[in-house]
């Protein structure tokens, strides 16, 4: 039966950092703070919502909402992201995404200063993910993924990793942390010619398709450490991932469960980033 690589763990520990450097910063006179911009109001939205305010709340980052309507004109949007780069009271920016159709969410994303986009959603700080120049942030689901594999300890450097996946949300920026790690980095996607065999060859799988239970027993072999992003929601509710759980806990080594696994790290991965966006600018 394969290890499982909870998130719980990780996020205790990354908090207690994370509480510890944001008291560091309060003693000086800076207070962290987060902006929480958000168009409308969609349910998946306002959960995350919540528990970015209460992650905040633990470890003394301040939160300041900015809400505006469904219906809102992206006038009143750019001026808000404007608002949010001139306040020095700001440290960061979690920008709500996907934005109503009647917006363009490229202009706004490249409207938000990179020094505060704490989310990694602007194209300077992917180029800095990808150039590897410390700007900017890399994004919190891709970040947690690594946070995972350091917290278990699990050896990269020189280790075969695969990522199934290429969006610039979780696989293609996973793909450039893994590589900063000396890992030797294959990335795949659902075109992928023969896929099980590929990845059958990684020491370590990282899994972002999008796609329920895509990769199941054809996919896996003993020894291997996955580490499972995707999160589905069936009819009756329940949560499950890109892989079949079933399927692979008792032939891999290790793997993240769904619920509990990277998505309970990456709210951490956010907070975390706003007190180094402070530290930064301070």
């Known amino acids: 039966m394969a290890i499982i690589l909870k998130g719980t763990p990780v996020v205790t520990a990354m908090n207690r950092e994370t509480a ?3 008291q560091a910063l309060i003693q000086q006179g800076v207070r962290p703070a987060l902006a929480v911009v958000r168009v409308g109001a969609r349910e998946d939205d306002l959960s995350y919502e919540t528990g970015v305010i209460r992650r905040c709340e633990k470890v003394g980052v301040a939160v300041r909402r900015f809400l ?4 809102a004109p992206q006038a009143a949007l750019e001026e808000v992201i404007a608002r949010v780069n001139r306040d020095p009271a700001l440290h960061g920016c979690l920008l709500f995404r996907p ?6 969410e490229a202009a706004v994303r490249a409207a938000l200063c990179p020094a505060k986009d704490v989310d990694g959603v602007t194209d300077a700080s992917l180029a ?9 942030f890399a994004p919190c689901t891709a970040q947690a993924c690594l946070e995972i594999l350091r917290h278990y300890q699990v050896p990269l450097s020189g280790a075969r990793v695969t990522v199934v996946g290429r969006s610039l949300v979780v ?4 793909a450039m942390l893994l590589d900063r790690e000396n890992a030797t980095v294959t ?15 990684a020491d ?12 199941g027993a054809s996919c896996l072999r003993p020894g291997q450490i996955v580490v499972d992003v995707g999160i589905h929601v069936d009819a009756e509710g329940r949560l499950s991932g890109d892989v079949d759980f079933a399927a692979a806990e008792p032939v891999v080594e290790a793997i993240t469960p769904v619920p509990g696994g990277v998505g309970t ?3 951490s991965v956010l907070v975390r980033h706003v007190v180094e966006a402070a530290e930064r600018l301070r």
Do not use: Q, W, Y
Request: include cysteine; proline fraction near 7%.
């Open 204 to 215: 370590v799988l990282v899994v972002a398709m999008g796609r329920r239970a895509a990769i």
């Open 68 to 71: 505006l309507p469904e219906d």
């Open 128 to 136: 800095g993910v990808f150039a590897n120049t410390g700007a900017g």
């Open 187 to 201: 990335m795949c996607n659902s075109r992928t010619k023969n896929l099980p065999a590929v990845c059958r060859e």
């Open 99 to 104: 934005l109503p159709r009647h917006m363009d």
């Open 20 to 22: 510890a450097r944001c």
């Open 171 to 174: 696989g293609k920026p996973a």
């Open 265 to 267: 790290v990456t709210t």
